[in-house]
């Protein structure tokens, strides 16, 4: 297919979405939609508007501030725990849901996949729920007494009625001696879980980046190092670190996934801070860095060509020895991955992809895909903002559709006009487009599978979407289009 007929048929497919809108809605998405071309002065991740209210009435696939400092930035520190003020079902449905793999034994020194919740009723909605809250805090140190600190994760009715959670955690901080953090995230504040992100971080800042009490003993090297952003989903960050500790690294501190509460503490005595989500964290690493002098860069490890990219990006800040070193770890993974490659390229070869998901990966997974040969022609983020879009377009290499905060509706009837070949999306599309006959793989958190981050993972990542685009189940259903 020529750029100009995929430019085309992208453009005609905005249109007709827009089309189906009352004109003030239809006004309103029209400023979240666009094509982009890498060749483009100007395009659509220029302009696209982002981080903008979603349109009433419209489903968006977003998810809340709740879940971005719940379930994203506080929920996979391992020894801590984080208890849900307010009713039970936010802390079940975030419970365990992101796959954030941990060491240690649950319900003893790791709480990660067991739900604590304050569990509010009409009661508590009247009456308050301070002194409910300040109950469960002291039920927690009695039944686990090794945890090492408790983080409050506010739902929707606390900021409504208006519970005083940061009285509560500062006095049971000062009678119990241990560190107790009031995230004030309830699920209603901002456009999506972006905001909560941001809640976290700052809780990050002011509550725990200040406490002294590991520093004090901590012996740096030259070569220290932490990961931020990286939630260990499916093992994400294990494989990550591997790679950074052949690099001849050193990997202090793992942000959040596997995380301790003293990783959290130290990670300013940190070399250089490795952002894997923007997203997510970029706001503390500029704290660390303005406050503790900490440099942080960016770096992509989905596919054999990004990991490597950033493997020598982050070589470059250090010295010649780790820089040696780092070659010939590439050299190790190399012949390994243009196997994966001479595999599975030739099943997958030109097929076409539509991304719609969270974080980091509407632009960080590209380069895995085009490892494969597979090209990209659509692309957005639930809850990106600006310079999520600006960073994109350093990503596209054809002719993209490029839409943001899409819903339900418009997302399926992108799909039926371009006719990807494989939709990667989230937990929430799934089953919408397996009915529809086309191969899908969830992109937010592996679909069971992974880890995807790193040269081993990549295999993983190859072997996964052979057997979604050519498991012969697709040949036993079709396409609403193809049926008619």
């Not at 995929?6 to 827009?18: D, G, H, P, Y």
């Not at 941001?198 to 406490?211: K, T, W």
């Not at 952003?229 to 294990?238: E, S």
């Not at 089953?431 to 992109?443: D, E, H, S, T």
């Amino acid at each position: 297919m020529t750029t100009e007929t995929l430019l085309s048929q992208q453009e005609a497919a905005i249109a007709e979405v827009l089309a189906a809108y009352p004109e003030k809605a239809q006004k309103s998405r029209a400023k979240h939609l666009g094509v982009d071309m890498p060749e483009g002065v100007k395009g659509a991740c220029d302009a696209t508007k982002s981080n903008k209210q979603t349109v009433p009435g419209v489903m968006s696939q977003r998810g809340c501030a709740y879940a971005g400092s719940k379930g994203v930035v506080w929920g996979p520190v391992k020894d801590m725990i984080h208890i849900s003020h307010g009713p039970v079902g936010c802390g079940q449905y975030s419970r365990a849901g992101r796959r954030n793999y941990y060491i240690g034994t649950t319900g003893v020194d790791t709480y990660v996949t067991m739900n604590f919740t304050t569990d509010y009723n009409e009661k508590d909605i009247v009456f308050g729920g301070d002194k409910k809250l300040k109950a469960a805090l002291a039920e927690i140190d009695g039944l686990f007494p090794l945890n090492n600190g408790i983080s409050v994760q506010s739902e929707c009715p606390i900021g409504l009625i208006g519970d005083d959670i940061q009285a509560v955690a500062k006095a049971y901080k000062k009678e119990s001696g241990k560190p107790t953090i009031a995230v004030s995230c309830e699920g209603f504040r901002g456009v999506s879980q972006s905001l909560g992100h941001h809640i976290a971080n700052d809780m990050i800042r002011d509550e725990v980046l200040p406490d002294n009490s590991y520093k004090k003993d901590f012996e740096s090297t030259p070569y220290d190092v932490a990961i931020i952003g990286d939630y260990n989903i499916g093992g994400d960050a294990w494989s990550s670190r591997i790679l950074l500790e052949e690099m001849g690294l050193r990997v202090i501190a793992q942000w959040s996934g596997d995380a301790t509460y003293k990783e959290l503490t130290i990670a300013p005595k940190a070399k250089i801070n490795l952002l894997h989500c923007y997203r997510s964290m970029n706001y503390v690493v500029r704290h660390m860095e303005q406050e503790f002098g900490v440099p942080w860069m960016e770096y992509n490890f989905f596919g054999p060509s990004k990991t490597t990219e950033s493997l020598r990006k982050i070589a470059a800040f250090f010295d010649e020895t780790i820089q040696a070193k780092t070659e010939a770890v590439i050299a190790k993974y190399t012949a390994m991955t243009d196997a994966v490659i001479a595999k599975y390229r030739p099943k997958l070869e030109g097929k076409t992809v539509m991304l719609y998901v969270g974080g980091l990966r509407p632009r960080h997974v590209i380069g895995a895909y085009e490892d494969l040969g597979m090209k990209i022609i659509g692309t957005g983020y639930e809850f990106g903002h600006g310079d999520d879009y600006k960073r994109t377009k350093d990503e596209l290499n054809g002719t993209t559709l490029i839409y943001d905060d899409t819903n339900e509706y418009e997302l399926e009837q992108f799909v039926k006009r371009l006719k990807p070949d494989l939709v990667a999306s989230g937990v929430k599309e799934k089953y919408v487009f397996q009915k529809m006959g086309l191969p899908f793989r969830q992109m937010h958190s592996w679909d069971y599978s992974g880890p995807y981050h790193g040269y081993d993972a990549f295999a993983i990542f190859a072997k996964d979407m052979d057997l979604a685009l050519n498991s012969p189940v697709w040949a036993h259903t079709k396409a609403p289009w193809e049926s008619n």
